[in-house]
């Protein structure tokens, strides 16, 4: 249990499991008895995606069963049961004013056998896309459109490998943007390779690859290799967290360097936008911590700090205000506790009333799975219990939670 704090004001919302579900029509039973033969998963699950699935254009593998209301902003959960290596994913309503809580969990689908399962992009209306996280499982695990209104579930086809007789491919991120001038989506592959044999000094090179898809979710066409002029050194810039897309450009913080990389999806070019003067000055280390990345709020792109393990109570972010100028504006974010010793929670977005919605990095496994909402106006905080779970989700503690996202409203 939580301890109290003077001043934080708590409200736990009881969520119940719904275990009633609608049957699958007659032609996705046959089909998921075809692909599933004498498997005892439930009807919602997706097949297992072999590397050879390199198709041209999307293929619809399921429709989940389970209902789901467009009123409202949800969260989207997933977790990985290390016992049966399969991904659960679930959702759950977010209700505004007059009293913010969280709606009953619903279960989505499950996806078998992904090695330590997949994560979940940004969420770019209706979309999110479901990848593996790291190298070197990219070339085997599926990359998938989820549209969690109308419950469909796509595959995109992999992008083709390179040589391996003649590249050592040492990290590859997958990155999603939303282009509004051409209504298109578009995946971007990014890949830092090493020629064989190597050379001294080591030449580091990146290899972009991109599919396009219209608004509809469709492929329009195959993976097309790009060769933009890059304004930043490859060993230099090597990607170091997850992607935002904000006025139509993918933007992502590096390992190493001073500035923010930003692909824009239009021109398909990449430029720099300078990382705040103070925010430099605090985060001295020229090396990311884990839990610094970026986020949008309310339509900006903004940047956590990795400054709560020196002032414990405090975490400080940046809001791009000024996204042409690069005009950046520093709020602080004052928890009535110990930031690291409390779960070390880190905003992932916001809600339609502006509250930010901020998760958990890490729990004890005694402890329960909750999200916690900051009102920048007021700066007061309403933590709210996630419930209905599995018991195997709340015994292993957060570190099985690959996802925990927002999206509607």
């Known amino acids: ?17 719904n275990t009633t579900t ?12 075809l692909i599933w ?30 209902t789901s209301t467009s009123d409202h902003t949800h969260l989207l959960i997933s977790a990985f049961n290390t016992e049966t290596s399969n991904q659960h994913f679930f959702s759950i309503p977010i209700f505004h004013p007059p009293k913010l809580c969280l709606g009953s969990l619903t279960p989505l689908f499950t996806l078998p056998s992904h090695p330590f399962g997949l994560t979940s992009s940004q969420y770019l209306n209706p979309f999110f896309l479901l990848h593996h996280a790291d190298y070197p ?3 085997h695990t599926p990359i998938l459109a989820y549209n969690p209104t109308t419950q469909q579930t796509l595959t995109l086809p992999l992008d083709p490998p390179l040589p391996a007789a003649t590249t050592t491919t040492w990290n590859v991120r997958t990155h999603f943007g939303f282009d509004p001038s051409t209504k298109h989506y578009k995946v971007l592959r990014v890949k830092w390779t090493e020629p064989i044999p190597r050379s001294i000094p080591k030449v580091i090179n990146m290899v972009f690859t991109v599919l396009t898809l219209d608004s509809n979710g469709s492929g329009s066409g195959s993976w097309r290799r790009i060769n933009p002029v890059l304004p930043f050194d490859p060993k230099k810039y090597v990607n170091g967290g ?3 897309c904000v006025n139509g450009a993918i933007h992502w913080l590096t390992s190493y360097g001073d500035s923010i990389v930003a692909f824009d999806l239009k021109d398909e070019k990449f430029r720099l936008i300078p990382l705040p003067h103070d925010y430099k000055d605090l985060n001295f280390d020229s090396f990311r911590f884990q839990f610094e990345r970026l986020f949008e709020l309310g339509g900006c792109l903004a940047l956590i700090s ?4 020196q002032h414990h109570f405090t975490l400080e972010l940046w809001i791009l205000k000024d996204y042409n100028n690069h005009v950046w504006v520093k709020e602080s974010i004052c928890f009535p506790f110990r930031w690291r010793k409390q779960g070390q929670p880190i905003p992932i977005g916001t809600i339609p009333t502006g509250e930010i919605l901020l998760k958990p990095l890490s729990l004890d496994e005694s402890a329960t799975a909750w999200v916690l909402f900051y009102d920048m106006e007021g700066q007061s905080f309403k933590k709210i219990d996630i419930t209905g779970l599995p018991e195997w989700v709340y015994s292993s503690g957060t570190r099985i939670i690959r996802t925990i996202s927002v999206y509607g409203g």
């Open 242 to 244: 997850e992607s935002v």
């Open 1 to 17: 249990m939580m301890p109290l704090f003077l001043g934080w004001r708590f409200s736990r919302a009881l969520l119940k499991l």
């Open 22 to 33: 609608t049957a699958a029509t007659a032609t996705a039973t046959s089909l998921l008895n």
């Open 137 to 139: 499982h990219y070339d």
């Open 37 to 66: 033969h004498n498997s005892h998963e439930p009807a919602m699950s997706l097949m297992r995606f072999r590397s050879s699935c390199r198709s041209l254009h999307l293929r619809e593998l399921c429709t989940s069963t389970s």
């Open 306 to 309: 990795d400054n709560a393990t």
